[in-house]
Each structure stands twice: as C-alpha cells, then as structure tokens.
C-alpha cells in the first residue's frame, strides 16, 4: 500500500479552480519534490493536504495509508502522521514554543495511546533536536515564532518536523527567503529525518534545495496539472531551461 | 424622557430618600460632624443628579434601567454567615492578611489578621471610625468626585464599612493584603457600598487585592469605591478583581492620587456580574509620576461590561499607560472610554492608551471610545483600539500540529488573556489571578466561529478608535 495516493484532484477557492486533476502516489521512504512557477497551485496542493478548510475539494480522492485524507479534519491529518511546514510560519503570541510543541507531542501520543510526556522529560529531547537546527535554547521559551527572523521560523518548522516525527512531511516552500547557511541547517536537519517509514513532499520554487535535499522522484507542475515527472536531473533541466520550456510533455522528452 | 421612565425614576428617588434616612440616623460615627456632612451633602447631589441615563456622555453605552427599577434595600444586619470553608476556597495563598465582608459589612470571624507585617495598619473602616476618626479625616471623601459621579454620592452617602489601610513611611510590604467582598442573598435583593481608604505613605510599598464575590445567585446591587492616596515615591499595586453572580450588579471606583515619582499600578479584571460598571479614576498630582492602568474583562450570555477610565494628568513628567483587553461571546455587549485629561501644568506627559478587543460570536458588541483633553502644548499622548476575531491562520497552524479546534481556540484565548496578566509584577497576587483567568477562559463555550465572509458584523464595529 503506498503511503500517499492522490487520485484526480480538482480544487477551487470561490469560483477560481487552482488543481485541475493531480495524480500523484507517493511510497514511504521517498522524497517528492514538486515544482512549479508562481500561480501554479503548489502551496494549495501543500494546503489540502494539510486540510485547510478553505478550499473546495471538486472531484477526486486522496488516501494516506488508505484512509480518506480529505475527510480528516487538520488536527486529525496531524495526528495520523502529516505534517506540513508552512511557507510563511504565523507569529503566535503569549504561547511559548516549548509549550506548543509538548502540546502538540502530547496531543499526537494520545491518539497513538501513549502516555502524555511531562515537561521534565519533553524538555531534554526538545534540547536535542533543537541543537540540530542549531536553535538556541532560549529561542524555546518565547511565543511561538515571535521576532523570530526569516531562517529562524524556517528552522523551528523543521525543528517541530523532528519532535513530531511524522509519516508524511510536506514542505512548503521552505527554502524561500534562506541564505546559504540556514539552508544547509534546514538540509541537514530534513536529511536526518529521512527514513524507510517516512515520505517527505518538497514543494519548491527553485532547484536550489535540491542539491541539499536530493530527491528521489521530481515533478513539475503548472497550472494545476502535474505535466511531468523525472528523477533528480529533471530539476536541473528546469533551472536551466525555466518553466517556460515545459509543455505538457511525457517524461524524458526534450524540448525543441 | 418617556413617561414611565420618569415616574420610575422618582420612585427610586423616594426609595432610596428612605433607605437613607433610615441608614443616617444610626450610622457609625454619625456624631461625628464631618462625617455626617460628608454622607448628607454626598446624598444631595446624588438626588439632584439622580442615576445616569443613557442621555449622559459617559453613560451613552449603559442602559441602568434594570438597576434604576429593582427595590434594593440595604442587608439586614443579623445577616447569617457563610462557612468557613467557603471562605478557605477563595483564600490567597501567602496574603499577609485577610480582611472578609459580608454584604458590605466587615466579619471578623472569618477574616485573618495574624500575621500583618509591623508597619502597616489594616482595620475595618466601621472600627476605625469608632476608634480613631481623626486619622480618616484629612483623607476620607476628600478624593472621590461626587459631583460628577452620582454612583460615587451614592456610595459616600451610604458609607458604613470597607477596609482602612495605612502603611507607614518607608515601609515595604511583600505578601499581597487580601480583602475580600462577599455578596450573599437576604431574601430581598440587597445593596452595599464598600468604602476602603488605602493610604500608602512616602516610599512606602505595597500589594492590595479587592476581590468581588457572589456565594450565590440573588440578585445584589454592590457599589464599591476605593480611595487610594499614594505618598511621594510610594509603589503600590492594586488589584480588582469582580467574579460575582450573573445576576449581579456592580459598580466600582477605584479614585487614585499619587504624589511626585509615586508609581502605581492598578489591575482590573471582570468576569462576573449582569452589569458591570468600572470607574478607574488616577489622578497624577506630583511631578514624575507614573501609572499603569491594565485591564481584562470577559463577558458572555448577555453580560454588560463598562470600563471607564479618567486619567488626570495635573503635574509634569508624568507618565500613565492604559492596556484594557476584553473577551466577549454570545449577547455580550463590553465598553471601553478611555479619557485623558492633561492639565496646562503637565508639561511633557506621556500618555498612552490601548484597548484590544476580541469577538468571539456575531452578536457580542464593543463599543470603544477614547477622548483626550489635552490642554498643555508639550506632551506625548497616543490611543489606539483593534477589534478582531480569533486568527484563523493561528487556529489553523495550531490544529496543523495535531491539536484539536477547542484546545487550539482556548490556547489562543488564553494568549490573548494573558497579554493582561504578564503586566502584573511577579509574586503570590499574580499567581493567584493568573490561574482565576485561566479557569474562566477555559470555561467558555466552545464553538465553531460564526461565518462572516467580511469578517466582523455590523454589531461588533462601533466607535473605533484609530488603529495603533
């Protein structure tokens, strides 16, 4: 059973349709990076799958493990195993980051019918992978992403990646707005969550994060539509040719 | 006027003419001359004002009809006490000292006065006024404005009982004073007028917490005002917190006058009560003084809450900020009217004001007014109000992480709650205040938001000021 099958998904906000019919299937273990130029629908395929509620599912199916995706709510997607990182990560006062995540944890645990982790024991393991995004300590005990700068909230995304050890993590854009260093931190700490149990979605503007983040299966979508897919080398294609270049085409062709 | 608003309006003058007379031919201390001057004349101008109607500016978002009509009479003075127990329950753990009143009238059964640090002075106002007069005298009544605010008359010429408080010069007291104001039902709907004179001398420090409690559901007209004088250098932190029945109607006034460099802080936190009507009155009197006025109030149901606030500004250098949050759900209907008076002396005040608002259902309303008279040419003065709902894309990015809608919609309540509790200084009256707010955030219905594609409905916008 492969761990994500979206099968003919049409969706729309209001009367506009953003994705005109996606197929996609993705097994556990694989990295998916789906690229696309600006308009093209990747932050509102990142979105449903998260289960925004504001876009309106028109035709079409998605399984996670089997189960009907698009019938969870976002807290229930959460718990069975997606997690999304968001391309522009909100500031939420008067909750502390620490305090968020052990929520979270706990509230994910419950669900799979584990005990509850107390703040004695959440805090070391938050210690740990915190000092993989090389995120200070203290950047734990303020509100959730407040002043945090563009790399920080990028980084605290992946950090919350790591304490929540999803199935599915989708990848919004994370790469936008990083330099060379938060970049490779961001990398570094995706890298490590690699693994036979755990899919990973990278949806991407350019190919940059793919020299960090290689992955197994690329696929280029464009008003809606994904019109090819390829391994790795179809993004370098893309960098060098632009979107432009892509027609709706079968795999491996080379454009005129 | 309407007719019938008219005739009831006289009646309730008759009314409470007896209730009067009756209360001032035995008062406590009524032999005294100025204290039987200051009831009486404070009675004169509440008959020739009369209540508040919605005619009047800082009353345009009250309506006091439900108050104006209902036959309150004053409790009986064999009252019975509630238990001890209950009274445990609502104890602060490390007050120093507990002060308890029944309806307005002190109970020193189940109040607590061990362990009251040496310098400073906490007594019944009723035992003072027989004791030791002379020492309420150059303080008592000379603060409060009853000319303006006929709840105040009203207050000064029923007073009976309250808390004195007098701290001593230099002296610091850690450990919070805790008084506290319990309503009970005698039968018929019963009114009280707590009176408390705080008098908190040069340098001195001290923490005082007022708490308004109902033990039941009858219907109870409370009238609180406190006069809080603050000696040069002085810091005190002062504490109101009003959690009485929803049947309940209270009126309170916290008057403030702080010498030079006195620093004040007062906290104001609604929760219960039908109608609630809170008068923050500081008056900077000495150069360089500061005040922080914070404020929380949380209405649902049909709850009507009203902050006024009046800040005087009649010195230089002064600085006062004003930080009201308010919460409302369901019919709620919540006020801010933020004033700010800077007098031609004030020379380089520094005023600020901020009133946040949010609205939880389409039929909970603010109205939320500032009003500055400014009267001297260098001066810093800014207001600012948001009105809002709560963050949709807060809510979605907390329930992204796995936590269902109620816990995410709590959590972000509490957030904004705590805006308010994070100005109060460290220590056992935050702790206690802090939990207080947690439980009734908690308590709040749960529900989905009501959809309103333009995000706000006409009800909820009203008055704003500018957006900071």
């Known amino acids: 059973m492969s761990l994500l099958e979206i099968r003919n998904l049409h969706a729309k906000v209001g009367q506009h349709e953003i994705l005109k019919g996606i197929n996609l299937t993705v097994n556990a273990g694989e990295v998916h990076s789906i690229m696309g130029p600006n308009g093209s629908g990747k932050s509102t395929l990142a979105q449903v799958l998260a289960r925004r509620e504001s876009y309106d599912i028109t035709e079409g199916q998605i399984l996670f493990q089997g189960k009907d995706l698009l019938a969870m709510k976002p807290e229930e997607a959460a718990c069975e195993g997606v997690f999304m990182a968001f391309q522009y990560p909100v500031e939420i006062p008067g909750i502390t980051n620490a305090y968020f995540l052990r929520s979270a944890l706990n509230a994910v645990r419950k669900y799979r019918g584990l005990d509850e982790m107390d703040a004695v024991d959440f805090i070391p393991l938050l210690r740990e992978k915190a000092a993989l995004l090389e995120m200070d300590d203290k950047l734990m005990n303020r509100s959730v992403n407040e002043s945090f700068s563009g790399g920080e909230k990028k980084r605290n995304e992946i950090l919350q990646m790591a304490v929540l050890e999803p199935k599915l993590a989708i990848l919004d854009e994370t790469d936008s707005g990083l330099d060379i260093d938060a970049m490779r931190i961001v990398a570094r700490g995706v890298n490590a969550m690699r693994g036979p149990e755990r899919a990973m979605i990278l949806v991407t503007h350019y190919q940059r994060l793919l020299n960090y983040i290689v992955p197994d299966r690329v696929h280029v979508l464009m008003e809606g539509r994904i019109v090819s897919s390829g391994g790795p080398e179809l993004a370098r294609e893309l960098e060098e040719k632009g979107y432009g270049s892509r027609e709706p085409v079968t795999r491996g062709a080379v454009p005129a | ?468």
């Open chain 2, 1 to 468: 006027m309407s007719a019938t608003a008219g005739i009831r309006e006289s009646r309730a003058s008759d009314r409470y003419l007896g209730l009067f007379s009756q209360f001032n031919a035995s008062a406590p201390g009524n032999d005294l001359a100025w204290l039987r001057k200051l009831r009486e004349d404070a009675f004169v101008r509440f008959s020739e004002a009369g209540f508040p109607s919605t005619r009047d500016e800082d009353w345009r978002f009250t309506n006091l009809a439900p108050l104006v009509r209902t036959d309150f009479q004053r409790a009986s003075e064999s009252q019975r006490l509630p238990d001890a127990a209950r009274i445990a329950a609502l104890e602060i753990p490390k007050a120093a000292c507990q002060l308890v009143f029944i309806n307005g009238r002190f109970a020193p059964e189940l109040s607590r006065k061990e362990n009251v640090p040496a310098g400073i002075r906490v007594r019944s106002l009723a035992s003072q006024i027989g004791h030791n007069p002379e020492a309420l005298e150059p303080h008592l009544g000379g603060y409060l404005d009853t000319g303006r605010d006929p709840f105040a008359a009203l207050n000064t010429a029923f007073l009976e009982d309250g808390a004195y408080i007098h701290i001593r010069k230099g002296a610091v007291i850690e450990a919070p004073i805790s008084l506290l104001y319990i309503s009970l039902g005698d039968g018929a709907p019963v009114m009280s007028h707590p009176r408390n004179l705080i008098v908190a001398e040069e340098s001195s420090q001290a923490t005082i917490v007022e708490d308004y409690v109902s033990l039941d559901g009858a219907i109870a007209f409370c009238n609180a005002a406190t006069e809080l004088v603050v000696g040069d250098g002085a810091v005190v932190s002062h504490y109101r917190l009003e959690r009485e029945s929803a049947a309940a109607f209270h009126i309170s006034t916290l008057r403030v006058q702080q010498g030079a460099a006195a620093n004040v802080s007062s906290h104001s936190i609604l929760l219960g009560g039908a109608l609630v009507r809170n008068n923050v009155n500081p008056v900077l009197a000495g150069d360089g003084a500061e005040c922080l006025i914070n404020g929380l109030f949380i209405g649902a149901g049909h709850q009507h809450l009203d902050n006024y606030m009046l800040v005087e500004h009649r010195r230089p250098h002064c600085g006062s900020r004003q930080f009201y949050n308010g919460i409302l759900d369901d019919q709620a209907h919540g006020v801010f009217h933020g004033r700010i008076i800077v007098r031609r002396e004030a020379q380089k005040t520094d005023a600020k004001q901020t009133n946040r608002n949010l609205l939880l259902s389409d039929g909970a309303q603010i109205d939320t007014k500032p009003q500055l008279e400014i009267f001297a040419d260098d001066v810093k003065c800014t207001h600012g109000a948001t009105i809002g709902q709560i963050e949709e894309n807060a809510l979605f990015y907390l329930r992204s992480r796995g936590l269902d809608e109620a816990v995410a919609r709590r959590l972000l309540l509490l957030a904004f709650a705590s805006e308010c509790v994070d100005r109060m200084h460290e220590g056992s009256a935050r702790s206690f205040v802090a939990e207080i707010i947690q439980n009734r955030v908690f308590g709040m219905a749960q529900r989905s938001p009501s959809e309103s594609p333009a995000g706000l409905s006409a009800a909820g916008r009203r008055n704003l000021g500018e957006a900071l």
